[in-house]
């Protein structure tokens, strides 16, 4: 992600966390608004040439998500008016804002985080539904149709909105790779990060309290831990949080050692 990205999204993000009340329509109108300007080569052009005027950028989101909310528009133009790395990051821009807005619009009882972890469980445990969802073969409606079905009366409306969004545009992301991203902002959004940690078998609740504690220390805010258990690891845990991977798993330690004997 470049400069430009990150000082595009901080803004952003200031925008949305001024407009007070969040509704999910808001949220929602936000993720419709990352698939149209990425189905549409000339808009994406149009709102990512930095060399462009911001009142003709203004008008052209005016003019065509006019039907927004006043908070999706806001946010909206807070984003067309700032530079961007790509067009790429621009799309990537609206999808994390709206993501972010739907977490906003959510009842404080409801968390959208465990629920996404739930899913990606389920989905990481069931090759056949992992490839239903991640499949080019099959239409982006049937996917979003599945998505629905398999979530209606089980999860949030925000944690349905989320998926299938990210399901319709995946971007070359897998499904597990999108829930985990989803789940990241959500978390962020609240002022939290969320460390994946694998292991063999699973941890104490002593022990999952005391790495709570070491890694909140550790980053000066708060971490939420999601346990993965796969017998791969064989012992010692693979800690994950954001793009960052502490690996320290007898079964990399093993892989280590056989690629430092090869060499």
Excluded: C
């Excluded at 952003?12 to 990352?34: F, P, T």
């Excluded at 693979?238 to 007898?250: A, C, N, P, S």
């Amino acid at each position: 992600m470049g400069s430009a990205t990150r000082e595009a999204l901080a803004a952003a993000v200031a925008v949305l966390n001024k407009q007070g009340s969040v509704s999910l329509k808001a949220g929602e109108q936000l993720l419709e608004a990352s698939l149209v300007v990425a189905g549409s080569p000339q808009l994406r052009a149009a709102l990512a040439d930095d060399t462009a005027e911001s009142a003709n950028k203004l008008g052209i989101v005016d003019a065509v998500f006019a039907a927004y909310t006043p908070v999706a528009n806001t946010v909206l133009e807070s984003l067309v008016v700032q530079r961007w790395s790509s067009a790429a990051d621009l799309v990537a821009g609206i999808e994390e804002l709206g993501i972010r807005a739907v977490a906003e619009s959510a009842p404080k009882s409801v968390s959208i985080d465990d629920e996404l972890f739930t899913f990606a469980t389920a989905v990481s445990s069931n090759a056949d539904l992992e490839l239903a969802l991640g499949s080019k073969l099959g239409s982006v409606d049937g996917r979003i149709s599945l998505v629905k079905e398999l979530l209606h009366g089980k999860v949030s409306e925000q944690t349905v909105s989320i998926v299938a969004s990210l399901i319709a545009q995946p971007r070359g992301r897998r499904v597990g790779e999108l829930l985990r991203y989803g789940a990241n902002l959500v978390a962020d959004q609240a002022g939290f990060a969320i460390a994946t940690v694998t292991v063999a078998s699973p941890l104490s609740a002593v022990r999952l309290e005391r790495l709570q504690k070491a890694l909140s220390a550790q980053y000066d805010k708060e971490i939420r831990i999601n346990e993965v258990v796969d017998e791969r690891v064989l012992g010692g845990m693979r800690i994950q949080i954001g793009d960052e991977v502490i690996d320290g798993t007898i079964s990399n330690r093993i892989s280590d050692l056989r690629l430092q004997l090869a060499g």
